[in-house]
């Protein structure tokens, strides 16, 4: 437990009632480090219950979708998967237009031959962790220069993933590190690529609340989607087929309909995707000061540019849904990391760390030897990338994708040389390699959006950056276009063959390469790129490599008997805490559950954050919960417990002692968003929606009897009512 260093901090420890579990456990070492505990805590399982390469177990339920961007469930004998809207998104908007919204109206397939394929969608099951630490480490030593170890390093790691490939080709193999270069591991993983899209809410119900509500508790949000999994006849993965049949899974979670109660036990497995939870006291500071403010200036214009045009036209708004949420997302998040970490004063919770750190260092002339320059090492690396950190935040932000044109940009330019090839076959393989970027880019695109983002981010670029740092392309605008993004823009948007799908496709016909190597957005984007990597220098990243390494050694030795976790890296990791209320603030109290009459109370139709479905609202006025409902008669929608998460779990189950599956995570609440880099156990709160509100809205809302059929419920009671036995409303048409 950390200890609070001012009297704001111990009054949230005196009048919070309940401790979230800090850890994002590694599923490998549950029976080595974690079983007791758990048990302890509630869980009615072992170890191995949760991970066994033998046997089924809970691990072969949860999937990765599409490398770690989220989470899901299977839930079904008939691979039906769970996951949040948010994460199904893109595959909900590419299916959507004006004549068809899926965004808007939802989508739910009452037969799977309804179920549409998703293109560049994939799920992947892990089947085993390997721990090769030792045969990495013995070809090493700290001796090395830090170039020279990474290379080494990256070579060896490269000869175990061949190793694996051989043995076995058809699965695939990440190759992960971990402990800042202290361990190493491989992941295999069975990839399915026929995935389904099967029940999505409309946005009303999966985002509702919107940007506001993001990152806020209470919420009332169905934050949920669902897709199917499809494999060949022998049940092992194909491409897209209409003669595949539904995934049979080795493990598919149970629905359970108990619901929650304050410090019931909960779980979450799934793929948090990164963390800083070893990040010292220099590391804080260049966050709050520069990184982040940096991001949230960039992004803030971003999406009140892009906003403007997507209120003007239901096309563009359909196009730029997706990008508009995952720019928003993080826009937020920055924005609340920066308010904790200060007033939680993390960075002086980390100067005592690294206080203690070096006293234990120097109290001993070995450890002096082995240790004594990480922290020096890791203070000449902030200090020497100050200068820079808000030009690279620039450079990727308001450059490389402040504006769909500059990345399609960079892509063609990087690819697109193989045009010019001597070889025929060459020359035949880029030009559909570059059709393929084209399809990807042109299909959600709009040109006045674009060639507005483009003007206002890189003018911003242009203002808030030192010109020492500028793209040399800049160069070329002041001189040629007189500082005049406008102008600049003028030129690409009615010339480039990037600026159309037309335009391109007619240059493939017919590639010129003087075309090619003049192009003026190529240039800004190879030039933005070119700046990009000009960040840090190989010499200031070993500092950083060399330093943090010997720090988190070091701190693994000084506390031997603290179970150290590694950070979150898009691995597999169970994290457990349990259910809990909050006081966020004096006089503030949150209760751990929402309930529909929520709902209601924030319905404002006049904002496409708030609206509540006709049909909705009618359903939640009649009271018609069915066996849904908790046992007050309410319909639960949501619910907080003291779980470890961060960005790549949503979508990831909670689970209750026994396994089943009870709600759907989705969020971190406001109050914890420095949690990424150090977790409060007073305050840290997971946000999931209720199993029991997706369950109430597939089967009344949408009438998707199908799909509550297919899935295995378990009840509090000994006697389980038939959950299809309360009585059915009229048809939905369109979820309204």
């Known amino acids: 437990m950390k200890r609070f260093t001012t009297l704001a901090a111990a009054f949230l420890l005196l009048f919070s009632s309940a401790r979230a579990d800090e850890g994002m456990w590694l599923l490998h070492m549950l029976q080595r480090i974690n079983e007791a505990g758990m048990q302890e805590a509630g869980l009615r399982l072992s170890a191995q219950d949760i991970y066994d390469i033998n046997n089924a177990s809970l691990k072969d339920a949860i999937v990765r979708l599409n490398g770690g961007s989220c989470t899901a469930e299977v839930?079904?004998?008939?691979?039906?998967?769970?996951?949040?809207?948010?994460?199904?998104?893109?595959?909900?908007?590419?299916?959507?237009?004006?004549?068809?919204?899926?965004?808007?109206?939802?989508?739910?397939?009452?037969?799977?031959?309804?179920?549409?394929?998703?293109?560049?969608?994939?799920?992947?099951?892990?089947?085993?962790?390997?721990?090769?630490?030792?045969?990495?480490?013995?070809?090493?030593?700290?001796?090395?220069?830090?170039?020279?170890?990474?290379a080494a390093v990256a070579a060896e790691l490269d000869a175990i993933q061949k190793e694996y490939m051989e043995a076995n080709p058809a699965y695939s193999y990440d190759m992960k590190t971990m402990y800042y270069g202290n361990e190493f591991y491989v992941f295999t993983y069975q990839d399915y690529s026929d995935v389904r899209l099967v029940a999505a809410p409309p946005e009303s119900v999966g985002k509702y609340g919107g940007d506001?509500?993001?990152?806020?508790?209470?919420?009332?949000?169905?934050?949920?989607?669902?897709?199917?999994?499809?494999?060949?006849?022998?049940?092992?993965?194909?491409?897209?087929?209409?003669?595949?049949?539904?995934?049979?899974?080795?493990?598919?979670?149970?629905?359970?309909?108990?619901?929650v109660d304050q410090d019931d036990y909960t779980m979450i497995m799934g793929y948090p995707g990164s963390t800083d939870r070893f990040l010292s006291s220099w590391g804080v500071e260049q966050a709050i000061n520069l990184y982040n403010p940096s991001v949230v200036e960039c992004r803030d214009l971003k999406l009140k540019t892009m906003k403007s045009h997507?209120?003007?036209?239901?096309?563009?708004?359909?196009?730029?849904?997706?990008?508009?949420?995952?720019?928003?997302?993080?826009?937020?998040?920055?924005?609340?990391?920066?308010?904790?970490?200060?007033?939680?004063?993390?960075?002086?919770?980390?100067?005592?760390?690294?206080?203690?750190?070096?006293?234990?260092?120097?109290?001993?002339?070995g450890r002096k030897a082995e240790y004594g320059e990480a922290l020096d090492l890791i203070a000449d690396y902030y200090a020497e990338t100050d200068a820079t950190v808000k030009a690279d935040v620039y450079a990727l932000e308001a450059g490389l994708i402040g504006s769909d044109i500059a990345l399609f940009g960079l892509r063609v330019g990087r690819a697109g040389t193989g045009m010019f090839d001597a070889d025929p076959e060459k020359v035949a393989a880029a030009k559909a390699g570059l059709q393929g970027l084209a399809d990807d880019h042109f299909k959600d695109y709009d040109m006045d959006t674009d060639r507005e983002l483009f003007v206002k981010m890189l003018t911003k670029y242009r203002d808030d950056?030192?010109?020492?740092?500028?793209?040399?392309?800049?160069?070329?605008?002041?001189?040629?276009?007189?500082?005049?993004?406008?102008?600049?823009?003028?030129?690409?948007?009615?010339?480039?063959?990037?600026?159309?799908?037309?335009?391109?496709?007619?240059?493939?016909?017919?590639?010129?390469q003087k075309t090619f190597?003049?192009?003026?957005?190529?240039?800004?984007?190879?030039?933005?790129?070119?700046?990009?990597?000009?960040?840090?220098?190989?010499?200031?990243?070993?500092?950083?490599?060399?330093?943090?390494?010997?720090?988190?050694?070091?701190?693994?030795?000084?506390?031997?008997n603290k179970a150290w976790y590694p950070d979150a890296n898009s691995t597999m990791r169970l994290t457990y805490g349990p259910v809990g209320d909050y006081k966020p603030a004096d006089a503030v109290h949150y209760d751990f559950v929402t309930t529909a009459n929520g709902i209601l109370e924030k319905k404002d139709n006049s904002n496409p954050e708030f609206i509540v479905p006709e049909?909705?609202?009618?359903?939640?006025?009649?009271?018609?919960?069915?066996?849904?409902?908790?046992?007050?008669?309410?319909?639960?929608?949501?619910?907080?417990?003291?779980?470890?998460?961060?960005?790549?779990?949503?979508?990831?189950?909670?689970?209750?002692?026994?396994?089943?599956?009870?709600?759907?995570?989705?969020?971190?609440?406001?109050?914890?968003?420095?949690?990424?880099?150090?977790?409060?156990?007073?305050?840290?709160?997971?946000?999931?929606?209720?199993?029991?509100?997706?369950?109430?809205?597939?089967?009344?809302?949408?009438?998707?009897?199908?799909?509550?059929?297919?899935?295995?419920?378990?009840?509090?009671?000994?006697?389980?009512?038939?959950?299809?036995?309360?009585?059915?409303?009229?048809?939905?048409?369109?979820?309204?």
């Open 75 to 150: 839930i079904s004998s008939q691979g039906l998967v769970l996951t949040n809207h948010h994460c199904a998104y893109g595959a909900i908007q590419s299916f959507s237009a004006p004549e068809h919204d899926y965004l808007t109206d939802g989508f739910w397939a009452k037969a799977k031959d309804q179920e549409m394929h998703i293109e560049d969608f994939f799920v992947s099951f892990l089947v085993r962790i390997d721990d090769v630490t030792e045969r990495v480490l013995s070809k090493v030593n700290d001796d090395m220069p830090e170039g020279e170890r990474g």
């Open 517 to 560: 190597e003049k192009d003026l957005a190529i240039a800004m984007s190879m030039s933005l790129l070119q700046r990009y990597f000009q960040g840090t220098s190989p010499e200031v990243q070993a500092k950083f490599d060399r330093g943090y390494r010997l720090f988190v050694r070091g701190l693994r030795e000084l506390m031997p």
């Open 615 to 736: 049909r909705l609202e009618q359903l939640i006025k009649a009271r018609d919960f069915g066996p849904y409902a908790d046992e007050n008669g309410e319909l639960v929608v949501c619910f907080i417990h003291g779980t470890d998460i961060t960005g790549g779990n949503s979508g990831s189950p909670v689970m209750n002692a026994d396994g089943d599956l009870i709600g759907l995570a989705f969020d971190g609440n406001w109050e914890a968003m420095s949690g990424d880099i150090a977790f409060e156990h007073q305050l840290q709160r997971t946000i999931s929606v209720d199993i029991r509100y997706v369950m109430w809205i597939l089967d009344k809302y949408a009438g998707c009897t199908n799909l509550i059929e297919e899935m295995d419920f378990v009840y509090a009671s000994d006697e389980p009512a038939d959950v299809l036995a309360e009585p059915q409303l009229s048809e939905p048409t369109d979820g309204k």
């Open 212 to 259: 506001t509500d993001n990152w806020m508790w209470p919420r009332h949000t169905g934050d949920f989607s669902m897709v199917r999994i499809y494999a060949d006849a022998d049940n092992n993965p194909a491409d897209y087929s209409e003669d595949n049949v539904p995934f049979t899974p080795k493990r598919h979670l149970k629905i359970s309909m108990a619901g």
């Open 465 to 512: 950056i030192d010109p020492a740092y500028w793209p040399t392309q800049f160069t070329v605008v002041q001189n040629k276009y007189k500082g005049d993004f406008e102008a600049y823009a003028n030129k690409i948007y009615s010339k480039s063959p990037l600026r159309s799908a037309e335009a391109f496709a007619a240059f493939l016909e017919n590639p010129k």
């Open 310 to 365: 997507m209120d003007a036209d239901k096309a563009v708004r359909i196009k730029y849904a997706a990008k508009y949420a995952q720019t928003a997302n993080y826009w937020k998040y920055y924005i609340g990391q920066t308010k904790g970490l200060k007033r939680l004063e993390v960075q002086a919770q980390k100067q005592k760390l690294e206080a203690l750190f070096n006293r234990w260092v120097n109290e001993d002339e």
